[in-house]
């Protein structure tokens, strides 16, 4: 299977990846085309960084405070030239910043430098390219953050910044200090990766590689090489069995004084914070009061904030947590489907689980199927479908091993 190894060790940003998988072998053209929506032409330049060629991408844009919503809205213009999948992840990357500045400053009205053209930019460009690859796997090696101080739109902070700090708790990603002074990750590169190594897991035990690239920073220190490095490889087969097995927490509270909506938004809270999933199932408490029984399974790591976070939302007084529960789970990955319905053709996304010996569950995701739905004006379980439909009719054409 094809998988895409990205190597922050010198550090990462946003620019620095989408020029990294440019440099790696993705479509220039498609990436150029979804990065012009919201700005001036970028350029792709080729500069040297301690000898290493590396590919260089500057957006040229100027500073812009947004709102999550604008940021959103941003993205939609974007929609018309870029799959499906690489919008849909790109609003979750956003999701996650803005779960990250909440956590550090608290409800917030406006991104910052996050929020900024160039920004909005880099993730559609970084997104985009990481689909016109076709991979189906990403893995990413530690992360140098850097060390010293900053200045931001919230005066000095010491590094690693504290939203990319948010980003990467909870991610599973592995860091390290980094030999270099000043900000090495930010929150926009953190936020890629660990958006990219979520959405795509893969572990890998050997591999060919097939394609290699760097992208560069803006910085050129004399000693050390400003680069990200990309590497798609093909791997050999991980794991026999036919499902992955890890651990994780799962976090129980009762309520009964809370409503539909407050349970809803809730829920969206606690995976957008990194839950691996939430429910709400409806119970009869003591004295046959109707409540609901509020489940969020998340990682050992992130049990505390997690449970915190649902204590804050919920206002419950207790949270149980049976702890390093045992869970198989099956490799799944997002793979694009030409779909046509009324005449309109677009390359919809299917979520896919694997076992050994190939695809055993499609199903279709959601947002972009309702926005389709929307555009053509029929319902969204037509839609849905449809997309699923097609993709079960093609299931034999759909491999993980390209």
């Known amino acids: 299977m094809r998988v895409l190894v990205l190597d922050p060790f010198h550090g990462a940003a946003g620019d620095m990846i989408t020029a990294a998988l440019l440099a790696c072998g993705a479509d220039a053209e498609v990436v150029g085309a979804a990065m012009r929506a919201v700005v001036a032409e970028p350029s792709i330049t080729r500069v040297s960084r301690c000898g290493i060629s590396a590919i260089k991408v500057s957006t040229h844009a100027t500073p812009v405070h947004r709102t999550l919503s604008e940021v959103m809205q941003r993205l939609e213009t974007a929609a018309p030239h870029m799959p499906a999948d690489a919008l849909a992840m790109a609003q979750r990357v956003f999701h996650r910043i803005n779960a990250a500045e909440e956590q550090v400053h608290g409800t917030h009205v406006h991104f910052h430098e996050v929020g900024a053209d160039d920004a909005i930019a880099d993730v ?202 045992h869970r198989f789970i099956a490799e799944r990955s997002i793979e694009g489907i030409e779909v046509t319905i009324g005449g309109e053709t677009r390359r919809m996304p299917v979520k896919c689980g694997w076992m050994p010996d190939g695809c055993y569950t499609i199903k279709a995701e959601f947002d972009p199927a309702r926005d389709w739905a929307a555009h053509l004006g029929i319902p969204v379980r037509d839609v849905l479908r449809a997309i699923e439909d097609t993709a079960r009719a093609r299931v034999h054409t759909i491999t993980k091993h390209p």
């Open 124 to 325: 559609i460009g970084a997104c985009t390219a990481l689909a016109s690859l076709n991979v189906t796997g990403v893995v990413v090696l530690p992360i140098a953050l850097g060390h010293g101080t900053a200045t931001g739109s919230h005066g000095t902070f010491p590094l690693p910044a504290p939203a990319t700090v948010a980003l990467l708790a909870g991610s599973g990603l592995v860091t390290l200090p980094g030999g270099d002074e000043g900000e090495l990750c930010t929150p926009t590169g953190a936020a890629l990766l660990a958006e990219f190594a979520s959405v795509h897991p893969a572990n890998p035990v050997g591999f060919t590689i097939l394609s290699v690239g760097y992208g560069a920073g803006n910085r050129d220190p004399p000693h050390t090489p400003n680069v990200l490095r990309a590497m798609v490889v093909k791997t050999a087969e991980c794991h026999p069995a036919a499902l992955m097995q890890d651990t994780v927490d799962v976090l129980e509270t009762n309520v009964d004084d809370v409503s539909g909506e407050v349970i809803a938004h809730a829920l969206s809270r606690f995976m957008d914070s990194g839950a691996r999933d939430a429910s709400a199932s409806p119970i009869i408490m003591k004295k046959g009061r109707p409540g609901f029984l509020i489940r969020v399974i998340c990682t050992e790591e992130t049990s505390v904030q997690m449970a915190e976070l649902m204590a804050r939302e919920l206002g419950t007084l207790g949270i149980r947590c049976t702890p390093a529960v």
